[in-house]
């Protein structure tokens, strides 16, 4: 069974940094994509980052500059580094994963930026 374990969230002030951890456990291999989401109060969930088993990344471009996905496969973890964050950027983090073409989503971890 594949969880996904997040952690990082927390309340930071606007121009702070945060950087989120997902962890995938089980008995599992390798892992194709591993991205992070978002979700604020009334508007769909949307993409954040997202970063290929051969380590290409793509970004919303609202975070281009300021976020920064990283991972390491052998440990099945992914990593997200928040810089200079708005309170816009207010929101649940989901961390979520594709694997044997299936998707698996975290629980969420929430991130507030205080203005």
């Known amino acids: 069974q594949v969880q996904l374990v997040e952690s990082g969230g927390g309340l930071v002030q606007a121009g702070g940094s945060l950087t989120l951890s997902c962890a995938a456990t089980?008995?599992?291999?390798?892992?194709?994509?591993m991205g992070w989401y978002r979700q604020a109060p009334g508007i769909e969930r949307g993409l954040v980052a997202a970063?290929?088993?051969?380590?290409?990344?793509n970004y919303a471009d609202s975070v281009k500059g300021r976020f920064t996905i990283y991972r390491d496969s052998a440990k099945k973890k992914v990593y997200l580094q928040m810089n200079s964050l708005k309170p816009e950027d207010t929101a649940i983090y989901y961390c979520?994963?594709?694997?044997?073409?299936?998707?698996?989503w975290g629980q969420g971890t929430q991130v507030t930026v205080s203005s």
């Open positions: 089980g008995t599992i291999g390798s892992i194709d994509s």
């Open positions: 979520k994963i594709n694997y044997r073409w299936r998707d698996y």
């Open positions: 970063m290929s088993c051969g380590g290409s990344a």
